[in-house]
T-cell receptor, first 110, second 115 residues
Framework: DAKTTQPTSMDCAEGRAANLPCNHS???????VYWYRQIHSQGPQYIIH???NNETNEMASLIITEDRKSSTLILPHATLRDTAVYYC???????????FGAGTRLTVKP | DADVTQTPRNRITKTGKRIMLECSQT?????MYWYRQDPGLGLQLIYY???????NKGEISDGYSVSRQAQAKFSLSLESAIPNQTALYFC??????????????FGPGTRLTVL
């Protein structure tokens, strides 16, 4: 059963910000929002995670709505190498059963 | 991530054959996982292990078995391969800590084709 909903695909111009939405309306109080990405059949790569506060690291920013029912991953200056499938995953931090949906296929165009 | 390696990287086999996929890690992590990925879909958890000799079933364990004889190694076996087990298989590791990111680190994948 999918706990998150993401658009199937998105395009973004190189150098612009890529904003990837995720809906998780049934998220529980102890569940975090994780983002991973997978570049062309390579192993998925962790990007960022958060509970309720906005988070930023060297790769991206994560904006979580106040009601925690949705979030947005922001790649501030997308490059061609950011073309990948991006997965939004909801899970408790000590729950090792990570459920991947189909993700969003982001294509960064020159 | 070079810290998590998988062998073989590609394998073609026939229906009914026994296949073993190996995963090794140098990250010193206690937890290891096996996933499969079908074309156009996300990853599905097959089995996971919190420590040596600890084995837990994931979403889709039927038709698979695993072995965790050492902290650094986690092997996945298909006792009698069938064509619908054709997929991309990923191994992953994570630290045992209950705080922090608890992120998983993935290997490069093994592409298995069952004819």
């Amino acid at each position: 059963d999918a706990k998150t909903t993401q658009p199937t695909s998105m395009d973004c111009a190189e150098g612009r910000a890529a904003n990837l939405p995720c809906n998780h309306s049934t998220i529980s109080g102890n569940e975090y929002v994780y983002w991973y990405r997978q570049i062309h059949s390579q192993g998925p790569q962790y990007i960022i995670h958060g509970l309720k506060n906005n988070e930023t690291n060297e790769m991206a920013s994560l904006i979580i709505t106040e009601d925690r029912k949705s979030s947005t991953l922001i790649l501030p200056h997308a490059t061609l190498r950011d073309t990948a499938v991006y997965y939004c995953i909801v899970r408790a931090i000590d729950n090792n059963d990570m459920r991947f949906g189909a993700g969003t296929r982001l294509t960064v165009k020159p | 991530d070079a810290d998590v390696t998988q062998t073989p990287r590609n394998r073609i086999t026939k229906t009914g054959k026994r296949i073993m996929l190996e995963c090794s890690q140098t990250k010193g992590h206690d937890r290891m996982y096996w996933y499969r990925q079908d074309p156009g879909l996300g990853l599905q958890l097959i089995y996971y292990s919190f420590d040596v000799k600890d084995i837990n079933k994931g979403e889709i364990s039927d038709g698979y078995s695993v072995s965790r004889q050492a902290q650094a190694k986690f092997s996945l076996s298909l006792e009698s391969a069938i064509p619908n087990q054709t997929a991309l298989y990923f191994c992953a590791t994570s630290p045992a800590e209950r705080t922090g990111t608890n992120e998983q680190f993935f290997g490069p994948g093994t592409r298995l084709t069952v004819l």
